[in-house]
């Protein structure tokens, strides 16, 4: 008389299948949070540029700001620095210490650090040497890898701008 069951032999072959599909699930999932990640982080890259021609159309002139620097962040998501509301609307979640402003918070891209700021001019309105936007700002956000690539032309650069 034969037993009824699932040999040893069975077994390991739906485990093998089983593990082989998760991890193809696992990988594909994993590709889509990194895009969904890029997609967040150049949607907001538009809205700070917004934020900041707004800032220049009432000022007449954008944050002041070197590299690397977050000040024009702090511009426009903060309501004591300059005036009564702020010019782009964040969640306290999105939002992180800045390293160049104490006790300013700033605008963190995906991955938690501070989008970055670079005016196209000094405080004597010289424009800066290295510029990529020479009438405006350079801002981007460093990307999966969190390193800064912004003088490195020569590298892989993954990170996530607006020139």
Known sequence: MKEKGFTLIELLVVMLILSILI???????????????IT????????????????????????IADYPNDAGIVAVCDVTLYGPERLL?????????????????VIADPWKTPYRYRSAYDEKNNT????????????????????????????????????
């Open 23 to 37: 991890t193809i699930a696992v990988v594909a999932f994993g590709g889509a949070i990194k895009r969904a990640n």
């Open 40 to 63: 967040a982080a150049e949607s907001m890259i538009k809205n700070i540029t917004v934020a900041l021609n707004e800032y220049e159309a009432k000022r007449g002139y954008y944050p």
């Open 89 to 105: 609307d964040i969640k306290e979640k999105d939002l992180v210490q800045s390293k160049y402003v104490p006790g300013k918070k």
């Open 128 to 163: 800066r040497e290295g510029i990529h936007n020479k009438d405006t700002f350079d801002l981007w956000s460093c990307g999966p890898d969190l390193k800064d690539n912004y003088r490195d032309s020569s590298s892989k650069v993954d990170d996530i701008v607006n020139w």
